[in-house]
């Protein structure tokens, strides 16, 4: 059984930093990609970051760049995300997703399979 579960979301203050961590199991994770997605409320699921199977190779939104860096941990089983400097727009349910590919990919049609998501709100 396929499972990806988020942790790590919480409250922070504009310009303080939070690192999301997303355990996999189920599947082979050294071989897939993964990456980052976020949902705002009212608002469509958006890109954030990806990684291919070796962290070797990543891709992150415009918004974030800078900002947040995604490495991985196959040995862990393991994809996390370090958020800094988070502003109140990086307010989401952020998502972890496993890609149909093992190269970084930015598109959620790319993905196969999902995590539940993690709350992250940052106040002013």
């Known amino acids: 059984q396929v499972e990806l579960v988020e942790s790590g979301g919480g409250l922070v203050q504009a310009g303080g930093s939070l690192r999301l961590s997303c355990a996999a199991s189920?599947?082979?994770?050294?071989?897939?990609?993964m990456g980052w997605f976020r949902q705002a409320p009212g608002k469509e699921r958006e890109f954030v970051a990806t990684?291919?199977?070796?962290?070797?190779?990543?891709h992150y939104a415009d918004t974030v760049k800078g900002r947040f860096t995604i490495s991985r941990d196959n040995a862990k089983n393991t994809v996390y995300l370090q958020m800094n400097s988070l502003k109140p727009e990086d307010t989401a349910v952020y998502y972890c997703?496993?890609?149909?590919?093992?190269?970084?990919?930015?598109?959620?049609?790319?993905?196969?399979?999902w995590g539940q998501g993690t709350q992250v709100t940052v106040s002013s």
């Open positions: 997703a496993a890609s149909y590919s093992a190269y970084p990919r930015d598109l959620s049609n790319d993905y196969r399979y």
């Open positions: 189920g599947f082979t994770f050294s071989t897939y990609g």
């Open positions: 990684t291919g199977w070796n962290s070797g190779n990543t």
